[in-house]
């Protein structure tokens, strides 16, 4: 088993959806959960972070994290087509100092 | 904040030669670097993780006598890829971190290395 599966994808969904990724990982040492979206040719960029139960949300993404589930999604509403990417899961252990674990990523495609 | 520089942005070299690639942390100090390299519609894979003034951990797989890092200060980590080939042909990819995942969020700007 993977240490942190996303769905494989491609998602696709039309422009003004809302487009869901999901995200289960391993090890329930994990502590900080991490979402990234990486255009192509680009290097990741960090879009949010969320570290309790819940939601969090931030302009048009939500991140949801339910640790007993060991489970975390990124909710975008209104999808644009400027949000057709990779998004990249990324969780981190508090035993793991900065280390980081990816996810192999789900590529979303946000059609006009 | 917690921006990390990385320079070039591209490369291209001969077959045989070596290529530095730097990542330099402008608002922070890098206690920690992380080093990715990313084959085309691929994943990251953590090649390597140095902390300032100590050797590299390199991960399994990755050749530290090819893979040269050093970080012998807390704004600057260097990666040089020694004796490149075609095959080291990639995305190279640094990620900078102060402490446990303070400022540790963000990535350089990445390497696009051609090995020709």
């Known amino acids: 088993q993977k240490e942190v599966e996303q769905n494989s994808g491609p998602l696709s969904v039309p422009e003004g959806a809302i487009a869901s990724l999901n995200c289960t990982y391993s090890?329930?040492?994990?502590?900080?959960f991490f979402w990234y979206r990486q255009y192509s040719g680009k290097s990741p960029e960090l879009i949010m972070s969320?570290?309790?139960?819940g939601d969090k949300e931030d302009g048009r993404f939500t991140a949801q994290l339910n640790k007993a589930s060991q489970y975390v999604s990124l909710l975008i509403r209104d999808s644009q087509p400027s949000d057709s990417a990779t998004y990249l899961c990324?969780?981190?252990?508090?035993?793991?100092?900065?280390?980081?674990?990816f996810g192999e990523g789900t590529q979303l495609t946000v059609n006009p | 904040g917690a921006v990390v520089s990385q320079h070039p942005s591209w490369v291209i070299c001969k077959s045989g030669t070596s290529v530095k690639i730097e990542c330099r942390s402008l608002d922070f100090q890098a206690t920690t670097m992380f080093w990715y390299r990313q084959f085309p519609k691929q994943s990251l894979m953590l090649m390597a993780t140095?902390?300032?003034?100590?050797?590299?951990?390199?991960e399994q797989g990755v050749e530290k006598d090819k893979f040269l890092i050093n970080h012998a200060s807390l704004t600057l980590s260097t990666l040089t890829v020694t004796s490149a080939h075609p095959e080291d042909s990639s995305f190279y990819i640094c990620r900078g971190s102060q402490g446990a995942m303070i400022y540790g969020y963000t990535f350089g700007s990445g390497t696009r290395l051609t090995v020709v």
């Open positions: 969320i570290y309790s139960n």
């Open positions: 090890d329930r040492g994990s502590q900080s």
């Open positions: 140095s902390n300032e003034g100590s050797k590299a951990t390199y």
């Open positions: 990324a969780v981190n252990k508090e035993t793991s100092g900065s280390r980081l674990t």
